[in-house]
């Protein structure tokens, strides 16, 4: 990832729009997509214990955020491999979903619920799979949180950090008039760097996911959040860290 130099952010309270990540953002899933890795990996005849598991799973864990299809291409080579782990990882994380091991970050809904009562339309997205995205949305409860979900077969196909996603969110909701009244917010240096390759006006990152402080900086975040629930009062105006 190439660094990025801090993005100079617009007054928060123009933000219209606002793009929040899932896993790790709004959706805590207790290390998740570290067993439906595992799974994944078992698929690919790779054994928990080895050199090579090992040396995959930091490559997963370096890469929280990006299109999980993009992480296997990187992992296995050739697109037949790459595609049978995505579908394997896929299945076992819906199967843990289906057993009720993710929960919303505190207060995450409310906050979706208080930046729409403040007038911005609020969009999620995910580097998961379609269907493993409305899983975690119908565990949750969600389905009608928000007026637009986005996975990255939404947006062409490529995930983050590239800034289809969020622009898609832009073209999609027409929110905003320019981007620079969008905010991208989500737990990894990739949710961030997808924000300030699309031009967004604000880029945050919050401390309950994958990622920290550093990561975010190096990115290009203009404020980094305990949580998304003290995103409202940021975009009302607060001072952010």
Avoid at 47 to 66: F, I, N, S
Avoid at 91 to 118: C, F, N, Q, S, W
Avoid at 132 to 137: F, H, V
Wanted: hydrophobic residues 45%.
């Amino acid at each position: 990832m190439t660094p990025m130099t801090p993005m100079t952010s617009v007054n928060p309270t123009d933000i219209r729009l606002v793009v929040l990540d899932m896993a790790g953002t709004t959706v805590a899933d207790g290390g998740l997509v570290e067993r439906a890795f595992d799974a994944a990996a078992r698929e690919l005849g790779v054994e928990p214990g080895t050199d090579d598991h090992a040396a995959k799973l930091a490559h997963v864990r370096a890469t929280m955020g990006e299109s999980k299809i993009s992480v296997f291409r990187h992992l296995f080579g050739d697109e037949d491999r790459a595609r049978q782990a995505n579908a394997a990882f896929e299945k076992a994380y819906g199967e843990l979903v289906g057993d009720g091991l993710v929960a919303p970050v505190p207060g995450a809904r409310e906050a979706v619920e208080e930046l729409a009562a403040d007038g911005r339309t609020v969009v999620l997205t995910t580097g998961f799979a379609r269907v493993t995205q409305d899983a975690i949305l119908d565990a949750l409860g969600w389905r009608d949180l928000v007026p637009l979900t986005l996975c990255p077969a939404d947006a062409g196909g490529r995930g983050r950090p590239c800034p289809d996603m969020v622009l898609e969110a832009f073209l999609r909701t027409k929110a905003a008039d320019a981007v620079h009244q969008v905010a991208v917010v989500g737990d990894t240096s990739y949710d961030v760097l997808s924000g300030v390759r699309a031009g967004a006006g604000l880029v945050a990152g919050v401390r309950t996911g994958a990622h920290g402080d550093d990561a975010f900086r190096e990115a290009g975040a203009g404020h980094v959040l305990d949580s998304v629930a003290d995103l409202p009062a940021l975009l009302r105006g607060a001072a952010g860290r």
